[in-house]
């Protein structure tokens, strides 16, 4: 069984702050690493997806990838109450199944 | 153009009644893929296909359930006899990917089919 780990959350952060979410994998066989956003009774919407090691930076966005340790991260600078969602971790596997995490509600309170 | 489109949006089925759920992909997507998502948790993959062909369903949670593809566009996903544990949000994705090229890796989900079985 492949696993993806998130921490449930909520994780509170003031608008301006940087957030910070976290995602760990179990197999060294995933290729292709993905964040989505969902909002409440909305489907997944993709924020980004990272292939290598090292950092990738869209707008406020930044998903770092770290192979070795099996550990994904999305950190949101400049947090908006906007970007008050779940964040769904998904890791591909074997070109054709995707394993998401059980999600990270993030709160940014005005 | 037009993103993957999910209907019926909300379905109630009684107890032991058989659904069906459709699924339409973006347009000349190859690849379509069937999930579950339960209250609070994230997508459960059910099943895979590539154009008409069905290569994973090792996430169909029993033999209740059944997807097909017959022309490689829409897709329905079918539940015989729902059980109450069937109420979920069943969301279909569709993705350009076919085998190798990571930049067609990026799945995009339809709204999703609310299924409540009393």
């Known amino acids: 069984q492949k696993e993806v780990e998130q921490n449930s959350g909520p994780l509170s952060v003031p608008e301006g702050a940087i957030a910070s979410l976290n995602c760990t994998y179990s197999?060294?066989?995933?290729?292709?690493f993905f964040w989505y956003r969902q909002y409440s009774g909305k489907s997944p919407e993709l924020i980004m997806s990272?292939?290598?090691?090292g950092d990738k930076e869209d707008g406020r966005f930044t998903a770092q990838l770290n192979k070795a340790s099996q550990y994904v991260s999305l950190l949101i600078r400049d947090s908006q109450p906007s970007d008050s969602a779940t964040y769904l971790c998904a890791v591909l596997y074997n070109f054709n199944k995707f394993y998401f995490g059980s999600g990270t509600k993030l709160n940014v309170k005005p | 153009g037009a993103g993957v489109s999910q209907s019926p949006r909300y379905k109630v089925a009684k107890r032991g009644q058989d659904v069906a759920l459709r699924c339409d992909p973006i347009s000349g997507h190859v690849s379509l893929f069937w999930y579950q998502q339960a209250l609070g948790q994230g997508p459960e993959f059910l099943t895979y296909?590539?154009?008409?062909?069905?290569?994973?369903k090792s996430g169909l949670p029993s033999d209740r359930f059944f997807a097909e593809r017959p022309e490689g566009s829409v897709s329905t996903l079918k539940i015989q006899r729902t059980q109450q544990e069937d109420s979920a949000v069943y969301l279909c994705?569709?993705?350009?990917?076919?085998?190798?090229?990571?930049?067609?890796?990026?799945?995009?989900f339809g709204p999703g089919t609310r299924l409540t079985v009393l």
């Open positions: 197999d060294r066989g995933s290729q292709s």
């Open positions: 990272i292939y290598s090691n």
């Open positions: 994705a569709s993705s350009d990917r076919t085998s190798g090229g990571r930049d067609t890796d990026t799945q995009y």
């Open positions: 296909f590539q154009n008409e062909a069905q290569l994973d």
